[in-house]
């Protein structure tokens, strides 16, 4: 974790071409690994990987590994094999010590990661030693107190965030907050102009060091906090996976934004409207208070900025108390003095109770520019498993708020619509039971929600396919359960707004031929 100069990227085109020729990618470790060995790694366990790579007569592969990953010393001899060593020696990827026995051993100055694109590129994500995510030790696991100045690698929030961000090409695209420059990364393989900004000068170093690493287009880095850095820049995309915890102080730069409470998730939201291109989405990660007497639903909606559509989907919650202690396990504080992890544990709750807060949201935050006159805030709570990526799903879910902005009841009726792909219908009832107590539509793809239908609902849904209108369909429905056709058409346009905004139903422009 030393706060040191970093590499120069002046060869990272040599250093990038070497790995490469060495297997150092994902798919090369894991061949190397093993996957229970690999599994491992991504969770900050290096012992599995240590015995894989142990012994004489190290492959090239294995030197990297060991070098980047485990930060281990290398031979000279052996890194030479795999690497331009003069060459990272002099731009400062590699530092060299001496051993007893004179034999000459290196060492990795950066963590260096291999990380595949979502189109199979070979990317590199760089960042500082011994601070991979997702271990349980905590970033000040290895006997060191937690730098503020730290650069973390890739985790699990970051994929998360990369994989429900849209992906349409763009001219301008802003990272705010960008760290070791996984999303301007991402950003860069679809927008014309990227700026990446970050509080911590450091992080803009590593988010060159990722893109020139990964063969990327540089990057306009800026130094500063939220949008200061841009001044009244305006874009087509804005992404930030930022500094959201909710914590006593600002302790670490890459975690604790400096502000109270959630006001800095707030201020980011707040603030991106004006920041957004029409037509422009701001996708954020957050955490939000669950504060005593107020409905989150409303705190969060509070704070959608004027001309934006909104969709926030808290993904989880803790109480307090499990929330103090994974944050105090992520600084590594478990490790140290009881009486000190003792201390700032009560200092956390101390926080909480003058907030009157009672547990902490986390989810994703989807802002759209579209200056309607009532714009379309959908705020829900979803906790389950979905299928990233979801880039397209989050296109998807404002196409149909458009639509269903745009038609009544009666014009919903004169729609056509077919059933989503990789939908099943299930039934539930007692065994033997004639009639099935409710039945549940279920989708296998995206958001993969759930909604129970009656039986209308679930006849309805399966013969949507394109070439009757809804109301038509509902007619023949009303003959064959003899029910007035004028009753079923008007109660059951509320359940077609319920299939289509989840998802079940897709409008379609005209009958199928």
Request: with cysteine; charged share 20%.
């Amino acid at each position: 974790m030393s706060t040191t100069s970093l590499p120069s990227s002046d060869h990272a085109a040599d250093i990038r071409t070497a790995l490469l020729a060495a297997g150092f990618t994902a798919d090369g470790l894991l061949d190397l690994l093993g996957a229970p060995a690999y599994a491992a790694l991504a969770r900050s366990e290096t012992v599995p990987a240590l015995r894989a790579t142990r012994g004489g007569g190290e492959g090239p592969l294995a030197s990297l590994v060991r070098l980047f990953l485990l930060q281990q010393p290398v031979a000279y001899e052996h890194a030479a094999a795999a690497l331009p060593a003069e060459v990272a020696l002099a731009d400062g990827w590699l530092w060299r010590e001496e051993v007893a026995d004179g034999e000459d051993t290196v060492r990795a100055t950066v963590d260096v990661r291999p990380y595949g694109g979502p189109d199979g590129e070979d990317w590199f994500i760089v960042s500082d030693l011994g601070c991979a995510v997702g271990g349980a030790g905590g970033i000040g696991s290895r006997g060191r107190p937690a730098d503020t100045a730290v650069v973390l690698g890739v985790g699990g929030a970051s994929t998360t965030l990369a994989g429900i961000t849209v992906r349409t090409p763009v001219g301008s695209a802003l990272d705010l907050g960008t760290g070791s420059g996984i999303q301007a990364l991402h950003a860069a393989q679809h927008a014309t102009r990227v700026t990446a900004t970050d509080v911590n000068p450091r992080a803009l170093e590593f988010t060159r060091l990722t893109l020139a690493l990964s063969g990327a287009p540089e990057a306009e880095l800026l130094a500063g906090s939220l949008f200061e850095p841009v001044g009244d820049a305006t874009y087509d995309l804005i992404v930030s996976n930022p500094p959201f915890v909710i914590s006593p102080g600002a302790r670490l730069t890459y975690r604790d934004g400096g502000m109270g409470g959630d006001d800095l998730c707030r201020t980011l939201v707040q603030e991106a409207g004006a920041h957004l291109n029409p037509g422009g989405y701001a996708q954020f990660l957050g955490n939000w208070q669950h504060v005593e007497g107020e409905d989150w639903h409303d705190r969060v909606r509070s704070w959608v900025p004027r001309g934006c559509d909104a969709w926030i989907v808290q993904r989880d919650v803790q109480d307090v108390t499990q929330y103090a202690e994974l944050w105090l396990r992520d600084a590594g504080d478990h490790r140290t003095d009881p009486a000190e992890y003792a201390r700032r544990y009560e200092d956390w709750l101390d926080e909480f109770e003058a907030r009157k807060t009672k547990s902490v949201g986390f989810g994703w935050i989807t802002l759209r520019r579209s200056d309607a006159a009532e714009p379309s805030i959908v705020v829900e709570e979803w906790p389950h498993s979905v299928e990233q990526p979801l880039g397209e799903t989050v296109l998807a879910h404002f196409a149909r708020q458009d639509y269903l902005a745009q038609h009544d009841d009666a014009s919903l009726l004169e729609g056509y619509f077919v059933l989503a792909g990789e939908v099943v219908q299930e039934q539930v009832g007692a065994p033997g039971a004639e009639d099935p107590e409710h039945v549940v539509l279920r989708q296998n793809r995206g958001m993969r929600r759930a909604t129970k239908v009656d039986t209308v609902g679930a006849g309805f849904a399966g013969v949507c396919d394109g070439s009757l209108s809804a109301g038509r369909i509902l007619d023949a429905i009303a003959q064959l359960v003899q029910e007035d056709p004028v009753v079923l058409r008007d109660r059951t346009p509320e359940a077609i707004r319920v299939l289509v905004e989840q998802g079940f139903l897709e409008p379609v422009t005209g009958p199928a031929r």
